[in-house]
């Protein structure tokens, strides 16, 4: 089962508002700037030895390799990452009309983590399953991982 998260507002997070995981030394902590959400590393481990593919569905323009670098920083490697440019290429395509800025059922994606209203009603429009994680909760994690646990069960009942 695929479980794909954004970025912004859901896994990084101002540290002003938010605890954060502790960020690299210098100097990486100025070539990465973002922090990470506090619960990020042990979740997205938790669901990779569960047998979970983690992915990442995002809107920003950041470059796969930029990614890649900087969660590698945390011991975090992503199954597959989708960035604005290819989803513009693989989902809109040549479209003329213009589809949401994610739709994670392209992908077989089972379950998107976003902290935008628009997806979870394009979600609940178009079939595909999201939950909204935004503000600051000590059980972010846990309710993932409920989650997780919970779809991947009704999708293993109906093979």
Partial sequence: MRISFDLDEV???DPNSFEIEDPPGFPLNRIFPER???????????????????????????SELYIRSLFRNYGI???EIVNSPRHLKEVQKNSATPLPQKVPSHYRISLHIDDEDVI???????GFKTL??????????????????????LEDGRK
């Fill in 77 to 79: 490697r992503f199954d």
């Fill in 11 to 13: 896994l990084f997070v």
């Fill in 36 to 62: 990470l959400r506090k619960g990020t590393i042990r979740l997205i481990h938790t669901l990779q030895e569960e047998g979970f593919e983690v992915w990442v569905y995002t809107s920003s323009f950041r």
């Fill in 132 to 153: 909204k994680v935004c503000e600051p909760d000590d059980q972010w994690v846990e309710k993932v991982l409920d989650r997780a646990r919970r779809i991947r069960e």
């Fill in 120 to 126: 979870h009603q394009y979600g609940r429009a178009l």
